[in-house]
């Protein structure tokens, strides 16, 4: 039977998110010929026992489930694409771990790519655990003007305030979250690009696909329940490795404007971005050694 969509499902440490995020693609796994890739990143809290359980059919009933195990923890980009060489899908769903399947999310999503061949990438209305729509879900690429007015406290031009979140539109960025493409795109443009570790790596691919000519859709139709940054709440980490986790977001901003944006603007816009960077690299250091 031919695969139609490859789930790609990136695991930190989030055993019982996880667990859930599978039941409902079980729940829902009749809505489109699929397959699912867990990719664990060394997880040491029993995720691997447990997507076993799933494979063996004790928790309930993948056909097509596969694990791949890293040996280390690689980071969101590179752990991801490990699965490039495995997938058999037409379409590839990134997918995180903390996140729960709505019906007719998965037929919907599938189906707008299908029908609509100038789409590149579909995203989904994303639900917090409260109710609240999660802003990621739909953002503009990181400007130079963009990013002053979202530092600045103005951030509805950043997170499409100005877009009615019920309606479906074309967009700039997909959440990594729910990031649904073609394979043939991400062959073409390269995958997530791994200078990222986390953060940055959803902005970047979505960059790429758009600069290749594609449209970045956010279908309000679909709908998931998002935890949100559920790796990241189980790390238990000294002031060293707590440094790395929390610099990420701050050092992704600068590789991706130095890498996509630099040569677009003259130089002394350069170096007002750069400082600005640094700066902000600054006080979040030091708001992690105060722990504040």
């Known amino acids: 039977m031919e695969v139609k969509l490859s789930i790609v499902i990136l695991s930190y440490n989030t055993k019982e998110l996880l667990k859930e995020c599978l039941e409902s693609i079980v729940k829902y ?8 890739i867990v990719v664990d990143n060394h ?3 029993g995720s691997v026992e447990m997507v076993l359980e799933f494979k063996k059919g004790n928790l309930g009933k993948i056909n097509n489930l596969r694990l791949i195990k890293s040996e280390k923890n ?7 694409n490990l699965a490039r060489e495995v997938v058999l899908g037409k379409q590839v769903l990134f997918l995180n771990s903390d996140t729960k399947l709505h019906e007719n999310t998965l037929k919907e999503t599938v189906s707008y790519l299908d029908n609509h061949p100038d ?4 995203t989904c209305k994303m639900v917090l655990p409260s109710g609240e ?21 103005f951030t509805g031009r950043y997170w499409y305030s100005d877009m009615n979140p019920n309606e479906t539109a074309e967009i700039e960025v997909a959440q990594g979250a729910f990031f649904l493409t073609r ?16 953060d940055g790596e959803d902005i970047d691919l979505s960059f790429k696909i758009h600069e290749a000519g594609w449209k970045i ?11 949100k940054k559920a790796s ?9 490795e707590r440094l790395k986790y929390k610099m990420t977001g701050i050092s992704s901003m600068e590789i991706f404007y130095r890498k996509h944006l630099w040569r677009r603007y003259p130089i002394f816009v350069n170096l007002i971005v750069i400082i600005g960077i640094k700066i902000l690299k600054l006080i979040r250091m030091i708001k992690v050694v105060l722990n504040i």
């Not at 796994?29 to 699912?36: F, H, I, P, R, W």
């Not at 990241?232 to 060293?240: I, T, V």
């Open 29 to 36: 796994s009749g809505e489109v010929t699929l397959e699912v």
């Open 43 to 45: 997880s040491t809290d």
């Open 74 to 80: 690689l980071g969101f980009a590179k752990g991801n």
């Open 119 to 122: 789409c590149g990438v579909v």
């Open 133 to 153: 729509l999660d802003k990621d879900a739909r953002r503009r690429f990181p400007t130079p003007l963009v990013s002053v007015f979202r530092f600045s406290g």
């Open 183 to 198: 394979k043939e795109i991400l062959d073409n443009v390269g995958w997530f690009s791994e200078e990222y570790f986390l």
């Open 217 to 227: 859709v956010y279908d309000a139709k679909a709908v998931i329940t998002h935890v």
């Open 232 to 240: 990241k709440k189980n790390l238990n980490l000294g002031l060293k």
